[in-house]
């Protein structure tokens, strides 16, 4: 059973990496910023690799995510799927943050503009029309490998929740009190 809800986490985020509509495709990371306090946001899901059970997201490099994990590598990923009533939270260690012209070409001419604006992220604007675009990109792939998944799913009867942890590179579960 234990094995069977880690498998079905993996599916999923599978699933969510081509499935624009899947629930899992956008998330949350949660980071702690240099005053100990915590920074949420929703991010897109690019990549799941099944193997390496490595989470990979998109980024302009002056956002405040970056400079949060550069200083804490630490973080969390938050996944939940409404129609399933399904919640999944991931402890994760950033354990890459690079440029990656291969992926920014890969990006569709609008997606790669998000990455161009002159200002950086969080600039203050007079109006909407003063953003302004170079040729010059931002754009950097963060790469994430969890250390704990803690599932749980709201049934009848009863809920169902798990935890895993990795250690020597083999997940061990248990179940706990939902």
């Known amino acids: 059973m234990l094995s069977n809800i880690l498998l079905t986490c993996k599916t999923e985020w599978i699933k969510a990496k081509?499935?624009?509509?899947?629930?899992?495709?956008?998330?949350v990371l949660g980071t702690v910023n240099s005053k100990g306090n915590p920074e949420l946001r929703t991010v897109v899901l690019r990549n799941f690799d099944s193997t390496e059970n490595l989470f990979t997201i998109f980024t302009d490099s002056r956002t405040k995510k970056i400079i949060d994990l550069t200083e804490n590598s630490s973080a969390e990923l938050l996944f939940y799927d409404h129609r399933k009533l399904t919640q999944i939270r991931v402890k994760v260690n950033c354990i890459s943050i690079e440029e990656s012209e291969k992926d920014f070409i890969q990006q569709s001419p609008n997606a790669q503009k998000d990455y161009t604006s002159v200002s950086s992220p969080g600039t203050?604007?007079?109006?909407?029309?003063?953003?302004?675009?170079?040729?010059?990109?931002?754009?950097?792939?963060?790469?994430?490998?969890?250390?704990?998944?803690e599932y749980l799913r709201l049934m009848r009867p009863n809920h169902q929740r798990a935890v895993f942890n990795l250690k020597n590179e083999e997940w061990i579960g248990n179940f706990i009190t939902p």
């Open 18 to 27: 081509t499935n624009r509509n899947h629930p899992f495709r956008y998330f």
């Open 124 to 149: 203050i604007l007079k109006s909407m029309d003063d953003v302004m675009y170079s040729e010059f990109n931002y754009f950097r792939k963060l790469i994430f490998k969890p250390y704990q998944i």
